[in-house]
């Protein structure tokens, strides 16, 4: 329970003082400062696009101070190289205690710093990559494999899967590629358990072997990779993004409502959903960078493009200075009470809600949130009024439980869902 607060008649506890820093950070922001101090957080890559297998120059880089050079090319009998990172600026770590003040607040900066992705995970993914672009390139000379999703955006957790996008030239079928592939990859000694799934989007499933990681492969799905640099550039733009999205992934993961496969919310829809709700404040957390900065994020750009078109996204300084725990209790009251899910469409591409109308796209969808570049709808998942009414129901149970205790762990096991991570990797 939320300091000071009371249940049953009894009288509030009100603790004892804890010392603070000589910088007066809050005891547990100064030790998450300590903790976040001994990692270096993924740095911002550009993928390699030649035919040779490169070991890409890192993730992207949350503190937005610059990139890294001096990857290394493995080869087929070298050992994996380290990949050089950028030391997580103190301005970043300062920059995100400003919007840590209470409770909730602390509890979603304690999450966050103990599941987001750090760089051996990415390193690891990074490596694996790779390899499997050395083998393929064997069968497709000229390929580019790009390593897209979370764990190439800056909101991967430390046990994200890991999403790769194929690109061949030429009008390839994906479905015949993929099943060429299958044929290759249950050969090669590094992966295991694979899996070719004939969905709309085929994807080849695996895994690495002896570690669990797990991949899921297309061909030419390349919105993927121009909506991974665009929420790249939305994490750097304000440091409370990523912490509120992986916050809201994992209580979506707990009420079970963040699985498209079984009807209901992909992660990348949570994160539209965040991000539109953070746009239309009275004052934006964040603006519509496709709307302010349409040549950094042309759709038709080519895709070698598209990392340097997202790099030269200029800073932005909000003047919304909401708390972590103000802006996900804002998130759940929102789509709870505020959000007219029978006529509003999400659209982050405009930051402002759009109106269902007569429209075929967007009739009968009980959810509807728009992709940034195909403007298709990515919620379309969720096609069965069970699934559409227990998401709601979630939404405003758990506002209405955070509302009264202020204490994430009234909607969300903090402990336990660490302690799980923990277990996985």
Not at 131 to 136: M, Q, S
Not at 189 to 198: D, G, M
Not at 228 to 256: C, E, N
Not at 352 to 368: A, F, T, V
Request: glycine share 6%; hydrophobic share 35%; net charge positive.
């Amino acid at each position: 329970m939320y300091p000071g607060s009371s249940r049953g008649g009894q009288a509030p506890h009100t603790p004892p003082p804890q010392p603070r820093s000589p910088d007066g950070a809050h005891p547990f922001v100064a030790n998450a400062r300590r903790r976040l101090m001994n990692h270096s957080p993924p740095t911002k890559k550009r993928q390699r696009c030649d035919s040779k297998p490169q070991l890409q120059m890192g993730s992207p880089d949350l503190s937005g101070h610059g990139e890294v050079a001096g990857a290394q090319t493995p080869t087929a009998d070298s050992s994996p190289q380290p990949v050089q990172q950028l030391p997580l600026k103190p301005p970043f770590i300062q920059a995100l205690e400003e919007y840590v003040k209470d409770k909730l607040s602390c509890q979603m900066m304690g999450m966050f710093v103990a599941c987001h992705q750090q760089p051996p995970d990415f390193q690891r993914k990074e490596f694996m990559r790779s390899l499997l672009h050395r083998d393929i390139s064997v069968c497709y000379p000229g390929a580019r494999l790009f390593l897209t999703g979370s764990s190439m955006n800056g909101l991967g957790c430390r046990t994200s899967d890991a999403d790769l996008c194929l690109v061949l030239g030429g009008n390839r079928e994906p479905l015949h590629v993929l099943d060429i592939l299958l044929r290759i990859f249950i050969w090669l000694p590094y992966i295991e358990h694979v899996v070719l799934v004939r969905a709309k989007v085929p994807i080849l499933k695996f895994r690495e072997r002896g570690g669990g990681l797990e991949f899921d492969l297309n061909v030419n799905n390349t919105v993927g990779i121009r909506n991974t640099f665009l929420m790249w550039s939305y994490v750097k733009a304000d440091p409370r993004i990523g912490p509120i999205i992986l916050v809201v992934k994992k209580w979506a993961r707990h009420h079970q409502i963040n699985d498209a496969s079984k009807g209901t919310l992909s992660s990348y829809s949570l994160v539209l959903m965040v991000l539109h709700f953070l746009q239309t404040r009275q004052s934006p957390v964040v603006p519509s960078l496709q709307r302010d900065h349409p040549q950094c994020f042309h759709p038709l750009m080519a895709i070698d493009c598209v990392p340097d078109g997202a790099s030269k996204v200029p800073c932005y300084l909000s003047r919304n200075k909401s708390c972590l725990g103000e802006l996900f209790l804002g998130f759940l009251k929102y789509y709870a009470t505020e959000f007219r899910w029978d006529q509003q469409v999400i659209s982050v591409r405009e930051a402002r809600i759009l109106d269902k109308g007569d429209s075929s796209h967007w009739k009968n969808k009980y959810i509807c949130v728009e992709e940034p570049f195909d403007r298709t709808n990515v919620a379309r998942a969720v096609h069965e009024v069970d699934k559409f009414t227990a998401i709601k129901d979630r939404f405003l149970e758990s506002w209405r439980i955070l509302e009264r205790e202020k204490d994430l762990n009234s909607v969300l096991p903090v402990q336990a869902v660490i302690e799980k991570d923990n277990r996985k990797r």
